[in-house]
């Protein structure tokens, strides 16, 4: 199979030809080798391969992906007898015992794993330039980030190594990847996609596994193989009547729509993104919808204090696991990494427990608003992408946090009031994805709009929770009256 014509195809397209013998799985297996060590040495998209071991792989002949390849993010998405690193030196020693949930249905589903993706460390920043493996970067320009923290997976499906890579989302981390490389990204409502074994909710319920894609029906359709309970799972929720695949191909009717730009922090907005929610708002109503300005009503700097309580907390158990389990010490960490950790360490347990409750007050105030509305359309990112390094942390900041840590400074931090601008700081360029996460509903980002200068720019979708049907029927309307996939062809030319 030629490269030129594996591009063409998206992943459900790939397993029709497998199926009807046009191709073989070994030959879509090879262009996508191919592609990968054609476009990687630039991207640094994929930190660990496995491409002899891919074509020796089996497959379910008559699964719905047989013989595509898939790409898993190195975090959380664990195959038996492979590091996942977490894009940390000190999970290195980490190789897991047995397949996470996602990857085992991701193999039931046919897919033929080629390799991992590059991510942050621990998945915490919103580009990803972790210093295990270097900056992953932008096809569509390789001085800026692909985002993160899915950001090797963004970077190879828009680049076409597969044409959809593992993805999770706890802050962002599906939509803002999706957002900046002109991709289709869905978070799931909490619970539709299992996080074991090993896990009963991830980051606390805030995330979800699930991919990037280049076409909704890739995602519709793995949306099918990844959904439904495991044994021990903390909760169950409904699956639809039909699979999502058929669903996304039925129309959402006549949808109200809320739609806001000002970012929940009072941070700034780019005009880019502005301008790309106002375009698609008028897609919207050309197609019947129903389109006004509101949003949800809450208190965003008391959102910003949550999301940065999880964070703190986290950083700090997985730096605890890291050190326990595999002999890590604090020097196999980013710097910082170990200043969130001592926050986490240092933050009373009292406290953490009051801001996991507030979720609360905000899950209400969204049921509040999807009273009058059935979606809202907001900017998926407040910013467009940075450059490769402009986010790194200042020389004098890094020296303020080494003396913070050396002084064992964290709860002074967490009385000085600068935690507050360490959440601005660290959320502003991003503002529009954490509410999701806090609420366990599910959003999208959709590439609807593309910058003079050719950089997609995405929107956001949110829905009430188990309300995926209705955000997937609308990316197929969007995705049929103004067509995204074509777009890729530069990106074929670039490489």
Known sequence: MKQSEYLRFD???????????EVTAREVCEAAVER??????TLNA??????????????????????????????????????????????????ASRDSEFVRRAREGGLVIIGRTATPEFGLKGVTESELWGPSRNPWNTQLTPGGSSGGSGAAVAAGIVPMAGANDGGGSIRIPAAYNGLFGL?????????????????????????????????????????GPAPGDPFVIPLP???????????????????????????????????AVEETARVLESLGHKVEYAAPEFDGMALARCYLGLYFGEVSAMMVKAKSQFGASDSDFELDTRLIGMLGDTMP??????????????????????GSYDLYLSPAT???????????????????????????????????????????????????????????????????????????VGVQFGAPHGGEATLLQLAAQLEEANPWFGHYEKLEEAF
């Not at 978070?187 to 996609?193: A, F, H, N, Q, W």
């Not at 942390?393 to 600068?418: C, D, Y």
Request: charged letters at 20%; one cysteine or more.
């Open 11 to 21: 992943a459900t397209a790939l397993a029709d030809l497998v199926r009807r013998g």
């Open 36 to 41: 990968a060590t054609r476009v990687n040495g």
């Open 46 to 95: 994929i930190c660990h391969s496995q491409f002899s071991e891919a074509f020796e792989q089996g497959f379910p002949e008559q699964a719905a992906f047989a013989g595509v390849p898939l790409l898993l993010k190195d975090l959380a998405q664990e195959q038996a007898g492979h590091p996942c690193t977490y894009g940390s030196r000190g999970m290195q020693k980490n190789v």
């Open 187 to 227: 978070k799931p409502s909490r619970g539709r996609i299992s996080s074991g074994p090993d896990v009963g909710e991830a980051w606390t319920g805030a995330s979800t596994d699930h991919v990037v894609s280049r076409t909704v029906r890739d995602s519709a359709a793995m949306l099918d193989v990844l959904s």
């Open 241 to 275: 009547s039909v699979a999502y695949a058929e669903l996304m191909q039925r129309s959402p009717g006549t949808l109200r729509i809320g739609v806001f730009t000002s970012s929940p922090y009072n941070t700034e907005v780019a005009p880019e993104c502005v301008a």
């Open 349 to 370: 347990l009292s406290e953490y427990v009051s801001r996991r409750r507030q979720w609360n007050e905000f899950a209400r105030a969204q049921g509040a608003f999807f």
């Open 382 to 456: 407040g910013q467009l992408p940075a450059e490769i390094g402009a986010l790194e942390t200042p020389p004098h900041l890094k020296f303020a946090a080494r003396m913070m840590l050396k002084l064992k400074a964290g709860k002074l931090l967490h009385r000085s009031g600068q935690v507050d601008q360490m959440a601005l700081e660290s959320l502003a360029r991003t503002p529009f994805t954490q509410l999701a996460n806090l609420t366990g509903t599910p959003a999208m980002s959709v590439p609807t709009y593309w910058t003079a200068e050719s950089l997609p």
